[in-house]
């Protein structure tokens, strides 16, 4: 098991830009895929993207394709999110996740071995 501490939520106003991490520890980083996900209230927790154990391929869902990046320092046990030109309806609490036994990308929870316990993402308009 691995775990995972997020950290970088806040509030930030549309259009502005957050940056979120995700520290690892426990079980080793880098031979898992991470990914991250988001849950708005009263909504599913949704998928919104991920990266293979080596960082060489990613993954995004539509709705932040162009704005999100995600990143991973394997000496640092860290995962990242950069998230640009912010949306209202991105505010949600953002939670890290590590792959269950993959290296390569991955879009659904069935595919997720450990949660973090979310950092709360707030977009004002």
């Known amino acids: 098991q691995v775990q995972l501490v997020e950290s970088g939520g806040g509030l930030v106003q549309a259009g502005g830009s957050l940056r979120l991490s995700c520290a690892a520890s426990?079980?080793?980083?880098?031979?898992?895929?991470m990914g991250w996900f988001r849950q708005a209230p009263g909504k599913e927790r949704e998928f919104v993207a991920s990266?293979?154990?080596?960082?060489?391929?990613?993954y995004y869902a539509d709705s932040v394709k162009g704005r999100f990046t995600i990143s991973r320092d394997n000496a640092k046990n860290t995962v990242y999110l950069q998230m640009n030109s912010l949306k209202p309806e991105d505010t949600a609490v953002y939670y890290c996740?590590?792959?269950?036994?993959?290296?390569?990308?991955?879009?659904?929870?069935?595919?997720?071995?450990?949660w973090g316990q979310g950092t709360q993402v707030t977009v004002s308009s």
């Open positions: 990266i293979s154990w080596r960082g060489f391929s990613t």
């Open positions: 426990g079980r080793t980083f880098t031979n898992l895929s």
């Open positions: 996740a590590a792959g269950k036994d993959t290296k390569m990308v991955f879009s659904t929870t069935q595919r997720v071995g450990s």
